[in-house]
């Protein structure tokens, strides 16, 4: 047998290949630096293609690191969290019937973060998934701090004066957002009265903005939360802390980075507010029973044309060549918009004006020394959202918001298929695809008899964003579930795990069709 050293080199020679990542390694900050030379992305279908290489000792390896279904489950239920939605919540019956989430950590600690809130002074539910990179900062301040400043954008001329008032007279506030959140989900206290007072501040503006009676916009409201707090981001770090922590603090969020998938739902209406490469897609029911992806999201990265020529326009031509390089902006990051990444939008001077005067740990960190090459005319990022609309119906039967490492796991249109499937217990019986691969009829056999047994086994998962993870990390080449790869990439070492997959966050809404039919006819007569 193989010591634990000789397993973990055959491994990685299994795994070796070109990596993909968000941001170089060379830029990472102090908490991920132990892990900078893994921080990689997943390559696609990596371990099929190196089925071939495997030898008797490696597969004799890779058995030792197998995990039992139990310590398989275990895994992928640890941060599964379900919300059922009443029926009437008070002030109108809900187009949204509940939603459920889960998280699979590739990094660590995991870069992504989730949120989920009810808005209790106007109508709605805010569902957001945040893909950090460069360290879990800046995705950690997202998931507190946005929601609240799409609510307050959304809030009245009178409701805002009236927390104003409260404030002032210090009277309690009425709460804005119900928060939906597992356990592990945390906020960071020490921040609290920091992030306070910049929100207040926002709202304070709006007040001499906005007049008695007027109606806030939805689309506008959610334009000017995400490009007010990533400001207040900048200006946070740029005018620092007392507090020597709180400094620090407000310097990672800064000069790490996330991107943004937020959903705003208030009846049939539906607001997708994108930033970056996490992706919202809707699963349409077909008369026949099957189902549709509907992409409601743009992926803003070099595979999107028009994001491509957004950034070239924005900068003179004698950068043409320079600002996107290797489909990276200026050679560096993968998503073309994010919050934070100060990095990509100050100025050199302003740069080196704040660190200079930042505690010391930022000093002894290479990322807040290194300036993006090429970097002439910033900022070469925004955190501008992208904004869709669409109006619910009937046959819209659920909507999904994953990170990236869901979307480089699973074609949209799989993830569809096999969400419809979980939720309506109908399992499409397309015609068996091998995928140009040689079977015996052995292996066919088994084959068939697993799409059979999946039926009964259809419900080994409660929470349907746990079945969609179980499919993303499990899938092998035939579209199923192999139970043997799934425990290997589950019990891939820490420092192995990031060089194959990325971290998964999934949120999975449900509608009710008959309330939405209902909603969608009063609107008509």
């Known amino acids: 047998m193989l010591s634990a050293s000789s397993a973990m080199h055959v491994t990685s020679q299994l795994l070796r290949g070109l990596p993909r990542t968000k941001i170089l390694a060379s830029t990472l900050l102090p908490c991920q630096q132990h892990q900078s030379h893994l921080a990689h992305r997943p390559a696609s279908r990596r371990w099929q293609s190196h089925q071939h290489l495997r030898s008797y000792q490696t597969a004799a390896v890779l058995r030792s690191y197998i995990l039992t279904p139990p310590q398989v489950n275990s895994i992928l239920k640890a941060n599964e969290y379900s919300f059922k939605v009443p029926e009437f919540d008070g ?48 995705a950690q301040a997202l998931s507190e701090r946005l929601f609240y400043y799409i609510a307050v954008s959304l809030l009245p001329h009178d409701t805002l004066c009236e927390l104003e008032a409260a404030v002032e007279s210090g009277r309690a506030l009425s709460p804005i957002l119900q928060w939906h959140k597992h356990p592990n989900d945390y906020f960071s206290k020490e921040a609290q009265m920091l992030y306070f007072s910049s929100l207040r501040t926002y709202w304070q503006e709006l007040i001499d903005l906005t007049s008695p009676g007027e109606i806030p916009d939805t689309r506008e409201a959610l334009l000017n939360a995400f490009k007010r707090l990533d400001n207040d981001i900048s200006l946070e770090a740029q005018v620092g802390d007392p507090n020597a922590f709180l400094h620090y603090w407000v310097l990672r969020v800064a000069f790490s980075g996330a991107t943004a998938c937020v959903a705003h739902i ?44 957004r950034i070239r326009g924005e900068h003179p031509p004698s950068e043409r060549k320079t600002v996107i390089r290797q489909d990276r902006l200026l050679g560096l990051l993968m998503p073309f918009r994010a919050f934070g990444d100060v990095k990509f939008k100050w100025s050199i001077e302003l740069q080196k ?10 000093h002894e960190n290479e ?15 925004t955190a501008e959202p992208e904004i869709t609309y669409h109006k619910l119906r009937p046959q819209d039967r659920f909507m999904v918001i994953g990170s990236d490492g869901l979307w480089e796991t699973l074609h949209r249109q799989e993830v569809v298929r096999v969400v419809g499937e979980y939720l309506t217990g109908v399992h499409q019986r397309q015609p068996l695809k091998v995928g140009g691969y040689r079977v015996t009829l052995g292996q066919m056999q088994g084959l068939l008899e697993e799409r059979k047994a999946r039926v009964s086994s259809a419900f080994e998962d409660y929470n349907v964003a746990t079945h969609l993870m ?27 795990a990031r060089m194959y997959r990325d971290d998964i966050t999934i949120i999975i809404s449900q509608f009710n ?5 209902a909603q969608r006819q009063e609107g008509q007569s």
Request: proline residues 6%.
């Open 470 to 496: 179980r499919h993303a990390v499990g899938n092998n080449e035939f579209g199923t579930v192999d139970h043997e790869r799934l425990s290997k990439m589950l019990s891939l070492p820490e420092e192995l």
């Open 353 to 362: 004006r704040v660190l200079e005067s930042g505690p010391d740990q930022l």
């Open 367 to 381: 990322h807040t020394k290194f300036i993006p090459p090429n970097y002439h005319t910033p900022p070469y990022l």
């Open 513 to 517: 069709p008959h309330v939405i039919g």
């Open 266 to 309: 208030d009846g049939s209406d539906l607001f997708i507010a994108n930033a970056g490469d996490a992706r919202a897609v809707l699963g349409v029911q077909e008369e026949d029973g099957s189902f549709s992806a509907h992409t409601l999201s743009n992926d803003h990265s070099a595979q999107n044309e028009e994001e491509v020529s």
């Open 91 to 138: 002030k109108n019956v809900s187009a949204i019937m509940g939603f459920e989430s889960n998280q699979l950590p590739a990094n660590a600690p995991i870069e992504d973060r989730r949120s989920a809130a009810t808005c209790l002074q106007t109508r709605g539910m805010l569902l957001g998934v945040f893909d950090g990179h460069a360290g879990c900062a800046c």
